[in-house]
T-cell receptor, first 116, second 115 residues
Framework: NAGVTQTPKFQVLKTGQSMTLQCAQDMNHNSMYWYRQDPGMGLRLIYY???????DKGEVPNGYNVSRLNKREFSLRLESAAPSQTSVYFC???????????????FGPGTRLTVL | KQEVTQIPAALSVPEGENLVLNCSFT??????LQWFRQDPGKGLTSLLL?????REQTSGRLNASLDKSSGRSTLYIAASQPGDSATYLCAVWGAMNFGNEKLTFGTGTRLTIIP
């Protein structure tokens, strides 16, 4: 099992460009999450999804959109990138059927995004 | 608003020593607490999850305890090894977060085991 995979690993964008971060899990988990990690601020939840076709906002959703394409895949889109979105982005999944953090979360390796 | 604090931010200990990492949280009405490790440039790996009804959890050389009334958790690592070098994060899910379902993470303790 690959667990949680993310692509790309690194990305550099110019202000105003758009891109989509991809995430897939092969553990048949119900819930998936997108976090960002910034120095001195800990991880913060951007969006989560409890099932295919459902998504909910987390703590810092502004500037992002998500799609739960199927049970395996959960993508994060930046429509018009800003320097404040420079961060490391992590995808995670869990067995939780509600999206609530009731179960162990399994994380991907992360995407390092720089917006110039 | 729930706040999670991990002190110290960095810790170095000689190989073979037992050590304790600390995590404190401001609101004691929590549902669970998780400990993770993060290796440089990598994602997080879950170590232990403690439900609010539990006092401790053990996995191998790791033991995590939870004292909700005092807003504290500790991660005890026995017989430390160089491979234990990583950043250790704790995260809590609590009543204050209900309706905004998320874990609140601390900023971590960077642990270095000196061979």
């Amino acid at each position: 099992n690959a667990g949680v995979t993310q692509t790309p690993k690194f990305q550099v964008l110019k202000t105003g460009q758009s891109m989509t971060l991809q995430c897939a899990q092969d553990m048949n988990h119900n819930s998936m999450y997108w976090y960002r990690q910034d120095p001195g601020m800990g991880l913060r939840l951007i969006y989560y999804s409890a099932s295919e076709g459902t998504t909910d906002k987390g703590e810092v959703p502004n500037g992002y959109n998500v799609s739960r394409l199927n049970k395996r895949e959960f993508s994060l889109r930046l429509e018009s990138a800003a320097p404040s979105q420079t961060s490391v982005y992590f995808c995670a999944s869990s067995e939780s059927s509600t999206g609530w953090p009731t179960d162990t979360q399994y994380f991907g390796p992360g995407t390092r995004l720089t917006v110039l | 608003k729930q706040e999670v604090t991990q002190i110290p931010a960095a810790l170095s200990v000689p190989e073979g020593e037992n050590l304790v990492l600390n995590c404190s949280f401001t609101d004691s009405a929590i549902y669970n607490l998780q400990w993770f490790r993060q290796d440089p440039g990598k994602g997080l790996t879950s170590l232990l999850l403690i439900q609010s009804s539990q006092r401790e959890q053990t996995s191998g050389r790791l033991n995590a305890s939870l004292d909700k009334s005092s807003g504290r958790s500790t991660l005890y690592i026995a017989a430390s090894q160089p491979g234990d070098s990583a950043t250790y994060l704790c995260a809590v899910w609590g009543a204050m977060n209900f309706g905004n379902e998320k874990l609140t993470f601390g900023t971590g303790t960077r642990l270095t085991i000196i061979p």
